[in-house]
């Protein structure tokens, strides 16, 4: 079963390169697509709006290029994994068997996967631990030059 979590991760990760959310509610098709995805340390504000107001019509959501709705991957039928052809998350029937679409990346064979670009993230922190370690010992150099200033400052007083 898809995690509601691991459902979010699908979409921040395809609308990163590109995809819209289809939703069609009442007939009327519409596309959303936020500008941002991701912010320096998280998901952005602007992201998190739209995975609230997906998961209320999420029966009427689809990501762009492929058939399964939200609700659908929500569902403990389905669960996400990865591409053979490019590594990003594509939904797979819990049986083994392959999603009745194709990955979302069939219609960017000219562009993706691209090797020369970063590949989508969710964050920083929570994709590579490197990055988290290096913002930890960024604080605490600074910490540090703060209080090299603040002696410095008492000593020249």
Aim: aromatic share 4%; glycine share 6%.
């Amino acid at each position: 079963m898809a995690s509601p979590s691991a459902v979010k991760a699908y979409l921040a990760c395809w609308l990163q390169l590109g995809k819209a959310i289809d939703a069609r509610i009442n007939a009327q098709p519409d596309t959303l697509k936020p500008d941002s995805v991701v912010s320096l340390s998280a998901l952005s504000l602007e992201f998190e709006q739209l995975w609230n107001d997906i998961k209320d019509c999420a029966a009427c959501c689809y990501l762009a290029g492929t058939d399964e709705s939200i609700e659908d991957l929500l569902s403990d039928r389905w669960e996400i994994t990865n591409c053979g052809r490019c590594g990003m998350h594509v939904p797979v029937l819990e049986s083994g068997q392959v999603s009745s679409g194709p990955c979302p990346c069939a219609d960017m064979m000219d562009a993706w996967p691209n090797a020369e670009t970063l590949p989508p993230r969710l964050n920083a922190g929570a994709i590579d631990p490197t990055v988290c370690r290096l913002e930890q010992v960024r604080d605490r150099l600074l910490a540090r030059e703060v209080g090299l200033s603040e002696l410095v400052s008492s000593h020249l007083s």
